[in-house]
């Protein structure tokens, strides 16, 4: 299940992290989290669900970081719920998912064209429950330039225009995936959040996904598995990493 989920995520969330990485940010600092909305016509896909709105976090959090820095500001054990345990990485898989159909396979490849690597970077992975269980993956990527929060909407509007599409592995695997809206909070000066389902005949995997934008960071949370996922609880642990991201820059 594990090398599902992260298969899953290598095809959308490792690479949203890396092309939001531009020039410059700025203008007013919306409430809520950006999300995917495959009904639009042409309009924004912002979530405008009345829910808690969430201060700004503080400025030297946008700061950019040391891969020192990150280290310390990455969740650990002792800073979560009872139940879950720490994870190693997996290693990255060389091959490519093919994607289909060729619409979908276009929209994640030109988002993909615009990355640019991180000056530093760092990932914390956690279990809960077992193989069969939940779980939380953490990566903070920090970058020379600001990271440019507009393209937030941009990433959102290309999934809204591709909300499912079929990936292939290297093993010949079939995966639908399917990308949905979440309701999230802004914890950063803009956030993206969305829910994916991944689903092939042996199995169905959730994941609540956010990426949150700060100055020259980037902080990405993925938590689901088999069992679902719980977009409250994503949102919970998210706002725990961004207050330890900011004692850590202060």
Known sequence: MSRSIHRLIGVSAAMTVLSLAAAGCGGDRPERAVTVDPQRSGSTADSTQEAEVVEAPEAPAGDQLSKAQIGKALLTVSDLPAGWTATPAEEEEESE???????????????????????????????????????????????????????????????????????????????????????????????????????SSAFTVSVNVAYVVIGHNVVAMVNGGLAGADGAQLEKLAKQAITKLEKTAN
């Not at 440019?148 to 995966?175: E, H, L, M, N, W």
């Not at 639908?176 to 950063?188: A, D, E, Q, Y």
């Open 97 to 199: 998912d093919t994607v289909s159909p060729p619409k979908c396979k276009d929209v994640l490849d030109a988002l993909d064209e615009t990355s640019t690597d991180a000056a530093a970077e760092g990932e914390a992975n956690f279990n809960k429950g077992g193989p069969f269980g939940t779980v939380l993956s953490q990566t903070i990527s920090s970058y020379a330039d600001p990271v440019d929060s507009s393209r937030v909407q941009k990433i959102a509007d290309a999934f809204s225009d591709c909300p499912s599409f079929d990936s292939t592995d290297s093993d010949g695997t079939v995966s639908k995936v399917t990308v949905s809206p979440m309701s999230f909070g802004n914890l950063g000066d803009q956030t993206l959040a969305f829910a994916m389902t991944l689903e």
